[in-house]
């Protein structure tokens, strides 16, 4: 299954196919792989996954979501397609699909009782994403979008060394020591040559609902001094809104203008990666 042919790298990478730690399931024509990640838990790594997933879908373009978050996996939740269950035919995986088209692959569609913790070791789970990437059929696919596990750890570089992605998408909240954490993610990226692609700063401010004045619970300053230090771009930032959080209840796609503005502009960089 290790056959450059069908990576999505093939013709952009420098290493040897001897040298390569990646598998490919040639039954799979994945031209770009997206991760989203953060460093940490709980700044909306998953909303933003499936918002991104959405907005390239929106666009004409064939999408998957592949939930690396195996002991948190919201996924189909955000999805609304936490009662399905995904098929297997011999050691292939059918992914399953969302009223949009959108393939999604989440052990909680594996499982069948959706609030049983996954008692596992990192190996396992390690062993688990690596599956979801070699033996899921995704078929043909213009964009698998990655929800990362949470943390710099065994889990993440693990799915960061066997699959080959395009670039990062990484996702921050305006408090400094979220900061910090998403400074070792981006270090960590850099490190294995996987290009960031840009920060989405999630919660940044709340909007007054009488007067749309932008109220921000923390300091704007500390954000800039982070995107200078990184040397990273600013993909844009999201407000808190019920819209967002409650995106595993509202089916309504979110109309705020900010939002949209957002998702544009980390669509195209995605686009152009």
């Not at 790298?9 to 997206?34: D, M």
């Not at 088209?101 to 688990?128: C, F, H, T, Y």
């Not at 698998?144 to 889990?155: A, R, S």
């Not at 395009?166 to 993610?185: C, E, F, L, N």
Request: glycine residues 8%.
């Amino acid at each position: 299954m290790s056959n450059c042919s069908s990576c999505p790298s093939h013709g952009s990478c420098s290493k040897s196919e001897s040298s390569c730690g990646v598998q490919n399931n040639p039954n799979n024509k994945i031209k770009k792989i997206i991760g989203v990640m953060s460093g940490k838990g709980g700044v909306g790594k998953s909303t933003l996954s499936v918002l991104i997933a959405k907005a390239l879908n929106k666009k004409g373009f064939k999408v998957g979501v592949m939930d690396a978050d195996i002991t948190g996996p919201s996924i189909p939740r955000l999805l609304h397609i936490k009662d399905e269950k995904a098929m297997t035919t011999g050691e292939i995986i059918h992914p399953v699909a969302t009223q949009e088209g959108i393939k999604v692959m989440s052990l909680n569609l594996l499982i069948e009782d959706e609030n049983q913790p996954v008692i596992w070791r990192g190996p396992v789970i390690a062993g688990a994403v690596k599956q979801f990437y070699t033996d899921v059929l995704w078929g043909e696919l213009d964009y698998l979008v990655i929800d990362m596990p949470p943390g710099t750890g065994d889990v993440a570089l693990t799915v960061m060394q066997s699959i080959p992605m395009t670039g990062i998408v990484m996702i921050s909240t305006p408090q400094d020591m979220v900061s910090m954490i998403v400074s070792k993610a981006i270090n960590m990226a850099r490190k294995i040559d996987i290009p960031v692609l840009g920060v989405i700063e999630n919660m940044s401010y709340v909007l007054c609902p009488d007067c749309d004045k932008k109220i921000r619970i923390f300091n704007k300053e500390g954000m800039d001094q982070f995107l200078s230090n990184m040397d990273v771009e600013l993909l844009g930032e999201l407000p808190m809104m019920t819209e967002i959080s409650s995106l595993s209840e509202n089916v309504m796609p979110i109309t705020n203008e900010e939002v949209q503005n957002v998702l544009e502009k980390t669509t195209q960089k995605i686009i152009n990666a």
